[in-house]
């Protein structure tokens, strides 16, 4: 599919802020806020309830918590103080001003891709766009030998030796916009991208098949960005460009509704960037050849005829297994029993990437504790799914999630009931599961009053 | 199930068929602790509301109004725990009236067709009707309501339900009539009888496994074209129990 008969698909009042963007008319200001959304800065640089680019989100590694930085302009407490070639060295080589390294929680290694113009655009926005924040975020305090900052001097060496960015000329411009977003600013390779042995990404670009080919991401299935041909018809090799742009645009497509870290991304970063943007990006994961499929992997025909064969026999409720009867009275109402749900609203379970996925964990947490779709400007509406955690035991959820996990042209591994326990435990209490007061009432307040 | 009753289910279904999705969009409670709890016994069940002698009442009263096994086709009031509904009712919002307009002037002598006009909660009617019905009972048989026999009970009922017996007679100030009381009474142990269990009734979905009741699956769609295909699930409850 070409950019040419992509782009009159895309409708969209945003076109008119591309234009605005990347225009001569339009301020670098403006620009450097652009670029900050596509960068995602705020979705670790503000807590939930803090002041924007205050820092102090803690942030889990394999390492320790490490809190985010205060990067509002703030001389004391921020970046204030940097100068233009500070800040440039944080972005990219993840050196503060005082020399120290950056812990590379810090996509450095991929806003390495950054041209000067857009690092000078960032500057000024942070610099005269930013409200400065009075407040010191927390110090990360690591164990050793995580907490010896110049180790990290070695790793770089070994891995974060990314160049600039440098278009192919021959390529299609707009494939090429998407690649500079997607490898640079969008850092999607920080989830997407499989990790080596010391935590590094194992390719910062498309020079490698191992790129955006799909990771665990704090034992949440982060699934292949890879879409072009091949593959199990799983992941977005079975999207067309328009649907990969509508998803990051709304967080809603015909095959799936984000979820999981995805929800914040799309929230704050992919839904505020224009339609020629999502468009490239779209096209780029597009020009990317797919995962190879398993030795397994089933035909299109097969799963289809599976597919047929789950309804049929969901639709008939005769001689149901534990697991078909849950489906039916837990799931059915929504996502029906073809497992496709209802487009935008409910999401299709049958070829979900989540439901298929190695590690059944964002599967169970989904039933648990349910899941908010990202309030977008195109579609601000949030209609949850309510999370089961009240109603359902974990056998049920495990029996469940197997029976999820095997239906239609799914196949996905079975679920103990000891996994589902694993991930109850860390739940948090939350307003989508929780039981019906003594009375039934589902609807009021319970919380204490403060 | 006879025919023109399938058929008419079914038309009732597509006739309703809506997608409500039933949220709760404020609190919290713990994530670990699953609903789901084995329903109480009703010997082994402290009433939260009900005095013990007011409780004996309802037990003998609800036992008449829907009879158990030996005299029905279907499981009792007792047997599916009706009485523990009313009393966790009398703890709700609704016991305490607290959605209803409550602040007067009460017009006692005000035209029926404008409701009930008496200062009474849910739960004050309780009490005092209960209190004036054993009042009669002792007046009329020299016994409790409890300590009838259940011929009696029944023409005891009966005479509320037709009220012949006079309650303002028996030292009742506002006008709350036996009629009333027992209308009640009665309206609260078909609703323990038929809603879900989460309330306390309708223990183990007994009363809908009686009827046939489907229970709240939350969608019957698939069920719009199979004609003439008898229904073959048995209810679910609100917190997931299956029948």
Not at chain 2, 149 to 167: G, I, K, S, Y
Request: aromatic content about 10%.
């Amino acid at each position: 599919m070409t950019a040419r008969f992509i782009l009159p698909l895309i409708a969209g009042s945003t076109l008119l802020m591309a234009s605005q963007a990347f225009g001569a008319d339009d301020t670098t200001l403006e620009r450097g806020a652009y670029l900050a959304r596509a960068g995602d800065c705020v979705a670790c640089h503000t807590t939930e309830d803090g002041k924007d680019f205050a820092g102090g989100l803690a942030i889990e590694s394999p390492f320790g918590t490490i809190y985010s930085t205060n990067i509002s302009p703030d001389k004391d407490h921020g970046i204030g103080n940097y100068t233009e070639a500070e800040f440039a060295a944080a972005l990219r080589d993840g050196k503060r001003a005082d020399g120290a390294n950056l812990y590379p929680a810090m996509p450095y290694p991929s806003y390495a891709k950054l041209t000067d113009d857009d690092v000078h655009a960032l500057y000024v926005y942070f610099m005269d766009g930013v409200e400065p924040v009075a407040d010191s975020a927390p110090e990360t305090d690591l164990s050793f030998p995580f907490n010896q900052r110049w180790g990290i001097t070695a790793w770089n060496w070994l891995f974060a030796d990314a160049d600039t960015f440098t278009p192919n000329t021959s390529a299609d411009p707009l494939i090429e916009r998407g690649r500079y977003l997607v490898e640079g600013l969008g850092h999607c390779g920080s989830c997407h991208t499989p990790r080596g042995f010391a935590e590094q990404e194992k390719t910062l670009d498309d020079s490698d098949d191992s790129y955006l080919s799909g990771a665990d991401l704090n034992d949440w299935w982060a699934p292949s960005l890879r879409g072009g041909d091949g593959g199990d018809g799983r992941g977005v090799e079975g999207w067309s460009a328009h649907e990969i742009a509508e998803y990051l645009k709304t967080g809603r497509n015909a095959h799936a509704t984000v979820g999981g870290e995805m929800t914040s991304v799309v929230a704050h970063s992919t839904s505020h960037l224009t339609d020629t943007d999502l468009t490239g990006i779209a096209l780029y994961l597009k020009s990317l050849s797919a995962n190879p499929a398993g030795e397994n992997a089933t035909t299109p025909d097969q799963r289809r005829t599976a597919s047929e064969k789950t309804a049929a026999h969901l639709t008939a409720a005769k001689d149901l297994s534990d697991g078909e009867r849950l489906y039916l009275d837990n799931c059915s109402a929504c996502h029906l029993n073809d497992g496709k749900g209802a487009e935008r609203v409910f999401p299709a379970i049958d070829g979900n990437s989540l439901a298929n996925a190695d590690n059944p964990t964002g599967l169970i947490h989904t039933i648990l504790a349910g899941a908010t779709p990202p309030a977008t400007p195109t579609i601000p509406a949030q209609l949850p799914m309510p999370g089961f955690g009240w109603r359902l035991s974990d056998e049920e959820v495990a029996t469940l999630a197997t029976f999820v996990r095997s239906a239609w042209g799914n196949d996905g591994g079975a679920v103990t009931a000891e996994q589902v326990g694993k991930v109850r435990d860390t739940l948090k209490p939350s307003p989508l599961n929780r039981a019906p007061d003594a009375n039934g009432r589902l609807n009021h307040d319970d919380r204490d009053p403060k | 199930m006879s025919q023109p009753d399938n058929t008419s289910r079914r038309a009732f279904l597509r006739n309703t068929f809506t997608l409500i999705p039933t949220v709760g969009l404020a609190g919290g409670v713990s994530l670990t602790a699953k609903a789901a709890e084995a329903p109480p016994n009703l010997s082994d069940y402290q009433p939260a509301f009900f005095k013990s002698d007011e409780w004996a009442f309802l037990l003998a009263a609800c036992d008449r109004l829907i009879p158990g096994e030996s005299e029905g086709k279907g499981p009792g009031a007792l047997d599916t725990n009706v009485p523990i509904f009313i009393d966790r009712q009398m703890d709700s919002p609704y016991g305490h009236a607290e959605r209803w307009y409550m602040q007067g002037p009460f017009v006692l002598d005000g035209s029926p067709d404008l409701g009930f006009q008496y200062p009474y909660t849910p739960r004050d009617v309780y009490q005092k009707g209960i209190a004036l019905t054993q009042a009669y009972c002792q007046k009329q048989y020299g016994k409790r309501f409890e300590q009838l026999d259940a011929a009696t009970r029944d023409q005891v009922l009966q005479a509320l339900e037709a009220n012949q017996v006079d309650f303002a007679a028996l030292g009742e100030t506002q006008k709350l009539e036996a009629s009333e009381f027992f209308s009640s009474l009665l309206e609260n142990t078909k609703e323990g009888y038929l809603a879900d269990p989460i309330h306390g009734g309708n223990k183990h979905m007994a009363s809908w496994k009686m009827l046939g009741f489907p229970g709240a699956r939350a969608s019957y769609r698939d069920w719009v074209d199979q004609h003439n295909v008898d229904y073959p699930l048995g209810p679910v409850s609100l917190t997931g129990e299956r029948g």
